[in-house]
């Protein structure tokens, strides 16, 4: 018998728990006066925006002028019909007037109330009503009385005494009067003067139904909005916190069921969730549109009229469902087009190319297989040999021919890009404008190769074209050479996964199936919400997803027909011959090279010439370019070019000298090789 | 004959009065207090039994109306 136990093999000593701190942290703490008084961020301007500046000042002024015009001489068209109808429903008016008061004098608005007591038998309340009443008709019959005898002898005065044009008066504010008592509550005695669109309003209830009808919420309770619904773009956007479990995919996976609820039931065009960008996945963005999307009328190209666009900026390309702008770049990136025929591809292709030659830096380049002619507009921009349409043999060689020049250029481009990243042009080793405006071999190219699939299927050109074509994508990213791949046939023989891996821009236009949108937009994006496959060919033609540039989202490319591609084709002409842009470098853009300029400087009647020679010559000739031209640079440049440079021996003053130098008619065969290849 | 005809003549618009009267005046005052609600009872004044101390009573038509009336809305 022992009280205190002691260990033995069966027992284990038990330390006693220890408190750490609470797993909660401290509830926050007020904001001290220090930021409550520095924070102005939620102050709104005292003087609106749109009165602050002068050109605003007068662009409303001008609106309410135009405004006010319109209405009155609207109004006055319509004159005689409004007297017609003003002198119908006036005597309805004079009557109802009187009825009104003799209603009110007997206070007959207590009839029912009477008839009702007496129906129910409740004599008690019969008899407070009928207190009531005479109550009230004591005075008001006197009122009445005195009423009818002033109106009356008003009207005797006007007519036998009164002058002409007071009695014109009178029935001139009299008419208009009554006749707005008579008209029935819905004929309006004006017409109305603009049509505003009708559209439902959207209630928190009805966006709890529909997003309860989609089966993935259980507890319409918990469905929280962050934000009050207010009106975006043509729509309404309702900002949707979804319970536990449920995430915004979820929803979008649904938007038929969304579309077909009870609270809404809207065609699916007009039913557009959306993941929110920067927020928590749980968050909803749901836009519905007063309208179906299709049948709305597009908002106007930016760079339509005028303005220049910017290789290395982002430009407008078209809009997304809420009718905001969308942008492309061009830059660091290549872009892909996929879809089924009639989906828009080359419109929508043709709308970044048509952008790129606004920026009169770019070279164009068009590989068309499919023989329509879309981009004729562009084809007096290309460079010589840079346009091919067409879908026979000479046109896929006419585009390889491309390819091989776009991956000479990828060869050339990057000793020129080090070069002036060392002189300070650029922080990292990439064409940017500076280096473009500097010189011209270093100039943007946007090479379009649309209908690819013909190019990358052919059985003989098939596998040079996919090697070159992956080479150029994966190394043309930073020389500034973009390239836009367009196919209607999307299966893995059309886009080799070293292409599609490496392009960053791509967009799917309506396609069939998930498989295809996978395939354009990288795996997995079908079921991150993309639904190429809900658009119609020809219906829906320029809409897409696209992903690379921002969060995935349909967009639909502005519409250019061939005639708009030709006048802004015109003008991106105009802009290079007139030198808008540089006004120093008004020659065309390939007409100085190096192998040019090396020729221009070469003493005549020589076979062959140190480089030590011709390069003071280049920098005498341009000294903004060759400026710190060094021999061995030289010589890396022309190998990039495509001339050796030998050893060169010669006698100085009857001792040998051996420099690296060029020879006269390996540089002749280089300039005319390059000829035949553009 | 002519009798029966006469009397139908003078009967129908004294019957449109009455419906009329049924109508804008439904109540006439108790003929049992005459209005006063309340009666003399052999000891102490009493409330009136027949109009419940309102002094009003429903017409006799304007009750026939309001049965029928219950009646076909079935309370």
Same mark, same amino acid.
């Given at each position: 018998m022992?009280?205190?136990?002691?260990?033995d093999h069966?027992?284990?000593y038990?330390?006693?728990?220890?408190?750490?701190v609470?797993?909660?942290?401290?509830?926050?703490?007020?904001p001290?006066?220090?930021?409550?008084?520095?924070?102005?961020?939620?102050r709104?301007?005292?003087?609106p925006?749109?009165?602050?500046?002068?050109?605003?000042?007068?662009?409303l002024?001008?609106w309410?002028?135009?405004y006010?015009?319109?209405t009155l001489?609207?109004?006055?068209?319509r004159?005689?019909?409004?007297?017609?109808?003003?002198l119908?429903?006036?005597?309805?008016?004079?009557?109802?007037s009187?009825?009104?008061?003799?209603r009110?004098?007997?206070?007959?608005?207590s009839? #029912? $109330?009477?008839?009702?007591? *007496?129906s129910? +038998?409740? &004599? =008690?309340?019969y008899?407070?009503?009928?207190?009531?009443r %005479?109550r009230?008709?004591?005075?008001?019959?006197?009122?009445?009385?005195?009423?009818t005898?002033l109106?009356?002898?008003?009207v005797?005065?006007?007519?036998?005494?009164?002058?002409?044009?007071?009695?014109?008066?009178?029935?001139?504010?009299?008419?208009?009067?009554?006749?707005?008592l008579?008209?029935p509550?819905?004929?309006?005695i004006?017409?109305?003067?603009?049509?505003?669109?009708?559209y439902?309003?959207?209630?928190?209830?009805?966006?709890?139904? #529909? $997003?309860?009808?989609?089966? *993935?919420v259980? +507890?319409? &309770? =918990?469905?929280?909005?962050?934000?009050e619904?207010?009106? %975006?773009g043509?729509?309404?956007?309702a900002?949707?916190?979804?319970?536990?479990?449920?995430?915004?995919?979820?929803?979008i996976d649904?938007?038929?069921?969304?579309?077909g609820s009870?609270a809404?039931?809207?065609?699916?065009d007009?039913?557009?969730?959306?993941?929110?960008?920067?927020?928590?996945?749980?968050r909803?963005?749901?836009?519905i549109?007063?309208?179906?999307?299709?049948?709305?009328r597009?908002?106007p190209?930016?760079?339509?009229?005028d303005?220049?666009?910017d290789?290395?900026k982002?430009?407008?390309?078209?809009?997304?469902?809420?009718?905001?702008p969308?942008?492309?770049?061009?830059?660091e990136?290549?872009?892909?087009?996929?879809?089924?025929?009639?989906?828009?591809?080359?419109?929508?292709?043709?709308?970044v190319?048509?952008?790129?030659?606004?920026?009169?830096?770019?070279?164009?380049?068009v590989?068309?297989?499919?023989g329509t002619?879309d981009?004729?507009a562009?084809?007096?921009?290309?460079?010589?040999g840079?346009y091919?349409?067409g879908?026979d043999?000479?046109?896929?060689?006419k585009?390889?021919?491309m390819?091989?020049?776009?991956?000479?250029?990828?060869?050339t481009?990057?000793p020129?890009?080090?070069?002036y990243?060392?002189q300070?042009?650029?922080?990292?080793?990439k064409v940017?404008?500076a280096?473009?405006?500097?010189d011209?071999?270093?100039?943007?190219?946007?090479?379009v190769?649309d209908?690819?699939?013909?190019?990358?299927?052919?059985?003989?050109?098939g596998?040079?074209?996919?090697a070159m074509?992956?080479s150029?994508?994966?190394r043309?990213?930073?020389?500034?050479?973009?390239?836009?791949?367009?196919?209607?046939?999307i299966?893995?023989?059309?886009?080799?996964?070293?292409?599609s891996?490496?392009?960053?821009?791509?967009?799917?236009?309506?396609?069939?199936?998930h498989i295809?949108?996978?395939?354009?937009?990288?795996t997995?994006?079908?079921?991150n919400?993309?639904?190429?496959?809900q658009?119609e060919?020809?219906?829906?033609?320029?809409?897409?997803?696209r992903?690379g540039m921002?969060?995935?989202?349909a967009?639909r490319?502005?519409?250019?027909?061939n005639?708009d591609?030709?006048?802004i084709?015109?003008?991106?002409?105009?802009?290079r011959?007139?030198?808008?842009?540089d006004?120093?470098d008004?020659?065309?853009?390939w007409?100085?090279?190096?192998?040019?300029?090396?020729?221009?400087?070469?003493?005549?009647g020589?076979?062959?010439?140190?480089?030590?020679?011709?390069?003071?010559?280049?920098?005498?000739?341009?000294?903004d370019?060759?400026?710190?031209?060094t021999v061995?640079?030289?010589?890396?440049m022309?190998a990039?070019?495509?001339?050796?440079?030998?050893?060169?021996?010669?006698?100085?003053d009857?001792?040998p000298?051996?420099?690296?130098?060029?020879?006269?008619?390996?540089?002749?065969a280089?300039?005319?090789?390059?000829q035949?290849?553009? | 004959m002519?009798?029966?005809?006469?009397?139908?003549?003078?009967?129908?618009?004294?019957a449109l009065?009455?419906?009329?009267v049924?109508?804008?005046?439904?109540?006439?005052t108790?003929?049992?207090?005459?209005?006063?609600?309340?009666?003399k009872?052999?000891?102490?004044?009493?409330?009136?039994?027949?109009?419940?101390?309102?002094?009003?009573?429903?017409?006799?038509?304007?009750?026939?109306?309001n049965r029928?009336?219950?009646?076909?809305?079935?309370?």
């Open positions: 022992h009280t205190q136990p002691e260990l069966e027992m284990v038990e330390p006693p728990p220890t408190q750490g609470p797993v909660d942290p401290p509830a926050e703490r007020l001290v006066f220090a930021a409550v008084v520095t924070d102005q961020s939620d709104r301007p005292i003087i925006a749109s009165l602050r500046s002068r050109e605003q000042l007068r662009t002024a001008r309410l002028v135009g006010t015009g319109h001489a609207y109004h006055l068209t004159s005689p019909k409004y007297a017609a109808k003003m119908w429903w006036a005597p309805v008016g004079v009557g109802r009187v009825s009104r008061s003799v009110w004098a007997f206070d007959l608005e009839w #029912a $109330l009477r008839q009702s007591a *007496a129910r +038998d409740d &004599a =008690a309340t008899l407070k009503l009928s207190q009531q %005479d009230r008709v004591g005075w008001r019959g006197w009122v009445l009385a005195f009423g005898l109106v009356a002898a008003v005797a005065l006007l007519v036998w005494v009164a002058p002409l044009w007071l009695q014109l008066c009178t029935v001139g504010v009299c008419i208009p009067v009554f006749a707005r008579g008209r509550i819905d004929h309006p004006l017409d109305r003067v603009v049509t505003q669109a009708a439902r309003k959207l209630t928190a209830e009805m966006v709890r139904q #529909a $997003l309860m009808a989609t089966g *993935a259980k +507890d319409l &309770a =918990a469905i929280t909005f962050p934000k619904i207010h009106r %975006d043509p729509g309404y956007l900002t949707v916190d979804l319970p536990d479990g449920v995430i915004a995919t979820d929803i649904k938007r038929d069921r969304l579309a009870r809404l039931r809207l065609p699916v007009q039913v557009w969730p959306e993941t929110m960008r920067g927020e928590h996945p749980g909803l963005a749901l836009w549109a007063d309208r179906p999307v299709s049948s709305m597009p908002p190209w930016q760079l339509f009229e303005g220049q666009a290789y290395f982002p430009f407008h390309y078209g809009h997304d469902p809420r009718q905001r969308v942008m492309w770049r061009l830059d990136r290549n872009s892909l087009f996929g879809g089924v025929p009639g989906s828009g591809k080359s419109l929508a292709v043709r709308v190319l048509l952008a790129a030659i606004l920026d009169p830096l770019v070279v164009p380049a590989a068309e297989l499919k002619g981009f004729d562009v084809e007096p921009l290309c460079p010589k840079c091919a349409s879908a043999e000479g046109s896929k060689h585009a390889m021919a390819l091989q020049w776009l991956l000479d250029e990828c060869e481009r990057p020129l890009i080090k070069r990243a060392q300070g042009l650029n922080k990292e080793n940017n404008r280096m473009a405006e500097r011209t071999r270093l100039r943007p190219i946007v090479a190769f209908e690819v699939q013909e190019l990358f299927t052919d059985p003989e050109l596998k040079p074209a996919i074509a992956t150029i994508v994966k043309g990213r930073a020389l500034g050479i973009h390239l836009i791949l367009a196919t209607q046939r299966d893995a023989a059309s886009i080799p996964k070293g292409i891996s490496n392009v960053v821009l791509r967009l799917a236009l309506a396609v069939t199936s295809e949108t996978d395939l354009i937009l990288g997995g994006a079908y079921k919400g993309a639904r190429p496959t658009f060919p020809e219906i829906d033609a320029g809409w897409g997803y992903v921002g969060p995935m989202a967009v490319a502005a519409y250019l027909n005639e591609a030709k006048a084709a015109a003008r991106a002409i105009a802009m011959t007139s030198g808008v842009h006004e120093d008004a020659q065309p853009v007409a100085y090279n190096l192998l040019d300029d090396v020729r221009q400087v070469w003493i005549v020589e076979p062959a010439l140190w480089s030590e020679l011709i390069v003071p010559r280049l920098q005498a000739l341009r000294p370019i060759y400026g710190d031209l061995e640079l030289f010589g890396s022309m990039g070019a495509g001339v050796r440079t030998v050893k060169l021996g010669r006698r100085i009857g001792k000298h051996t420099r690296a130098g060029v020879r006269f008619e390996e540089l002749e280089a300039i005319k090789a390059k035949i290849k553009n | 002519t009798l029966i005809a006469v009397i139908a003549t003078a009967l129908i618009p004294l009065i009455y419906v009329i049924c109508v804008a005046q439904p109540y006439h108790c003929s049992r207090c005459s209005g006063a609600g309340k009666r009872a052999l000891v102490r004044v009493k409330e009136c039994t027949r109009c419940l101390g309102t002094g009003l009573r429903l017409r006799l038509g304007r009750q026939v109306w029928i009336q219950h009646t076909r809305s079935g309370r």
